[in-house]
């Protein structure tokens, strides 16, 4: 079986916003019973372990909550900081300018994007009518998101869209959803 992940990202949180967001939301997800508190290892990726399953997990995932996985990794992981999520693209996928409908091979736009997380500007400008438009503007083949704060659930069943509502009353922000994995 291959590594799945369900990711929230934040698409308007600020840098400096971000810690504070990631540290009310991580509470309201613990208080809960979402997941637990303490950190372990039960996540990919970069981050210093990752928050397990609690005895609420299933209340925040459609379908059946005995779908729930027993597997590893299967932890929630909290991104802060500048963080791109995207799902399976293909060679021939193509990102198109919300302007004039020009597009761009997927592969092409990936300097730019590298640009950002590395502290770049985070827009693009279409060949075309010369708009630039920033990278959560762009029409992209599959949910993608580029943002200063992301929640991955590693394995987790589909998330509840009553859920991801919620996240976005609480954060007051736009949200961008989707998976990659197989």
């Not at 943002?147 to 590693?154: D, I, P, S, T």
Request: charged share 20%.
């Amino acid at each position: 079986m291959g590594e799945r992940s369900r990711w929230v990202a934040d698409v308007d949180a600020h840098p400096g916003d971000a810690p504070d967001l990631a540290r009310d939301v991580l509470g309201w997800l613990v208080g809960a019973g979402v997941v637990v508190a303490e950190r372990t290892d039960c996540v990919l990726g970069d981050v210093p372990g990752g928050y397990a399953p609690g005895p609420s997990a299933q209340t925040i995932v459609a379908g059946d909550p005995g779908a729930f996985p027993d597997v590893w990794p299967n932890g929630l992981e909290v991104d802060v900081g500048r963080s791109a999520f995207y799902g399976r693209v293909g060679e021939d996928d193509r990102v198109t300018c919300p302007h004039c409908g020009a597009w761009l091979p997927f592969e092409a736009v990936l300097p730019e994007v590298e640009e950002w997380l590395e502290g770049g500007p985070g827009s693009l400008a279409c060949a075309r009518c010369g708009a630039w438009t920033g990278l959560n503007g762009w029409i992209w083949p599959v949910p993608c998101a580029f943002a200063e704060l992301g929640l991955r659930f590693w394995n987790w069943p589909p998330l509840a869209g009553t859920f991801v509502d919620e996240l976005a009353r609480r954060l007051g922000h736009r949200l961008i959803t989707g998976e990659s994995g197989p």
